[in-house]
């Protein structure tokens, strides 16, 4: 069961990686009264939070229970 948990939880987070990578290809930083910019930015936090949840868990799954 852990194991089909640890491979789903890869699988997302490669998918998170590639789309911020997509994101930062084209992403300059925010720039000022500029929402397009703004918006990207917080899709980046957002995505790079996903896959620091992501990785928490895989150790948390593959950390033998005591």
């Given amino acids: ?4 948990k640890v491979q789903e939880l890869l699988r997302q987070r490669k998918e998170a990686i590639e789309k911020l990578e997509g994101l930062y290809k084209n992403f300059r930083g925010v720039k000022h009264e500029d929402s397009s910019s703004e918006i990207k930015y917080v899709q980046i936090k957002v995505l790079e939070d996903f896959i620091n949840s992501i990785d928490a868990e895989i150790k948390s799954l593959e950390t033998p229970a005591k």
Avoid: D, G, L, T
């Fill in 1 to 4: 069961m852990e194991s089909k």
